[in-house]
């Protein structure tokens, strides 16, 4: 079974390929909560898959683990997302390679408001320079 990532709708598995928002589908999970970062308004609709174990970069630099495109207004270390206490949280500043971190220039958005530190929910909408991502968990 798979399953899309923005409406929820279920498909079989020879499906790519979400038939109502054109989104790359997910595979099913059995009962363990995955977490993703989809991206939106781009033709391409990325989606990384968060790590409990592992800090997710995002920035310019080929480094981070996630380059939002487009790359304007994007800082070479812009963002992280940590996994705190059970959730998932970004903040504002990303790590480079030293593990020194440097907040971004043009700032960080959830829900179009700016801030330095989110704890995020399911659907909560992402915005970085002119690139955007919903954050979404399932089972
Ligand atoms: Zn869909």
């Known amino acids: 079974m798979k399953r899309c ?17 054109g989104t790359l589908l997910v595979e099913e999970t059995n009962g363990k ?6 991206e939106i308004e781009q033709d391409q609709k990325r989606i990384f898959e968060l790590s409990p174990t592992e800090v997710c970069t995002i920035g310019r630099l080929p480094e981070n683990t996630i380059i939002p ?3 304007m207004y994007i800082s070479r270390y812009h963002a992280r997302i940590v996994f705190e206490d059970g959730q998932f ?3 504002d500043g990303g790590v480079d390679s030293a593990g020194r971190i440097h907040l971004s220039l043009s700032g960080v958005f959830v829900n179009r408001r700016r801030g330095s530190r989110f704890v995020l929910s399911n659907g909560c909408e992402i915005r970085l320079g002119q690139s955007a991502f919903i954050y979404r968990e399932k089972i």
């Open 89 to 91: 949280v970004l903040y």
């Open 69 to 71: 495109q487009p790359e």
């Open 33 to 38: 909560l995955k977490c993703f970062l989809v």
């Open 5 to 21: 990532p923005i409406d929820n709708s279920t498909y079989e598995d020879n499906f790519q390929y979400c038939r109502s928002c």
